[in-house]
C-alpha cells in the first residue's frame, strides 16, 4: 500500500483521494521512537556533558540584581489560548483518527466544530501576538544559530566558546513552534476549504466549488499534516512532562517561572524580565 491512494474520476482521470492511513501507525511509532531515543540520549550524553562541562557564562550582577522573584512569562490571554487550542487539537486528532482504527462513531459534526475553534483560536493568537506581544521573539535568530554551531562543534569534538543562555524561548522551542505553525495552517486551512463538502449551519454545501484534482490533493494535504501532528503532539506532552522541563510547563499554567530558574536559564540582556502582576 502507498502513501497516497487513488481513484478514478468519473471521467476517466486517476486522482489523489486521501494518504493511507497506515500512517497514522507510521507516525505514532515515530513519535514514540523520538520519546525513547531522546530518553536515553539524555541519560547518556547530556547528564554526563552538563557535569563535565563548565557551565555558560554568568549573569552580570548588576543584570541579575533587576530580576524580580518571580518572573512573567505567559499571560493569562496566551494561557488561555494556548489550552483552547490544546483541547480543539486533541478533539481534531480523536474525531478523525479513532474510526479509522477501530472505533466508528458519529464523528463529522464535532470534527468541524473542533475545527472552527481551532481556526478562532489561531486568528486571535496572530492579532494577539502582532500587536501586544513581541511577534519576533518565538523566531530564531542570528545569536540563536550561532549558538546552534558551536553546540554542533562542541558535539563533534571540535573547539568552541560555550553557547550563551536563552532568551524568552530556546532554539528548539523556536524550531517547534515552526514546524508547528505549517502543520497547523496546512490543516486549518484545508479543512475549512473541505467544509463546504459537508452540510453545516457556516457553509452552503458545494462539492463543485473544486475539481476532483484539487479536491483530492487537498484531503492529502490535509492528511499528511494531521498524521504529523500525532507525533508533533507526543513530543510535545513528552516534554512538557520531562522533570527538567515542569518549570516551564507551571509557567503555562500559572504564568511565571522563579527567578533562580531565570538566572539558571536566561540571559537578562536577551529576554528582559518583568515582575509577575
Known sequence: MGVIEFATSPWGQTVPVHISFLLIWVSAIAGLAFLMGHAIWYQVAVKHAAHAEPAQGEVAADAAVKVPDTVARHSLAARLFHWIMAAAMLALLVTAFLPKVGYPFAWVTYHWIAGLVLTASIIYHIIHATFFLDPWSIWPDAIDREDALRRWKRATGESAPAPRKFAKYPLENKMYHLVIVLAGLSVTLTGLFMMKRVRTPIFTR??????????????????LAG????????VHIYFALRPEKLAITRSMVLGSITRDHFLEHHDPERWAPEPER
Open 206 to 223: 458545494n462539492p463543485y466549488v473544486f475539481g476532483d484534482m484539487t479536491w483530492g490533493l487537498m484531503y492529502v494535504l490535509h492528511g
Open 227 to 234: 498524521v504529523g501532528l500525532i507525533a508533533l503532539i507526543m
